[in-house]
């Protein structure tokens, strides 16, 4: 889901120069997989894209703070969250 209208793929924003300001990670249930989903925020919108599913919700969870904590070396500034 993207608040641009578009598919959520970072190349179908307008201006794919601009720095994400916040990021998070969420873990859900999908057809007996725990998917995570991450949710990257720019100053013009937002992007959520699944990363991949895992076969407990426990993997998935530990996967999804594994990503948000990449995540946030990548955003600069203080940790937003």
Do not use: L, N
């Not at 998935?60 to 500034?77: H, L, M, S, Y």
């Amino acid at each position: 889901m993207s608040t641009s209208g578009h598919d959520g793929d970072a190349t179908d924003r307008p201006d794919a120069s601009d720095e994400a300001i916040a990021v998070d990670t969420f873990v859900r249930e999908e057809r007996g997989r725990w998917v995570v989903e991450i949710v990257v925020v720019f100053r013009d919108g937002a992007v959520q894209k699944r990363v991949t599913d895992y076969p407990t919700r426990r993997h998935a969870e530990i996967a999804a703070r594994w990503i948000r904590r990449a995540a946030d070396r990548d955003i600069e500034g203080p940790i937003h969250g």
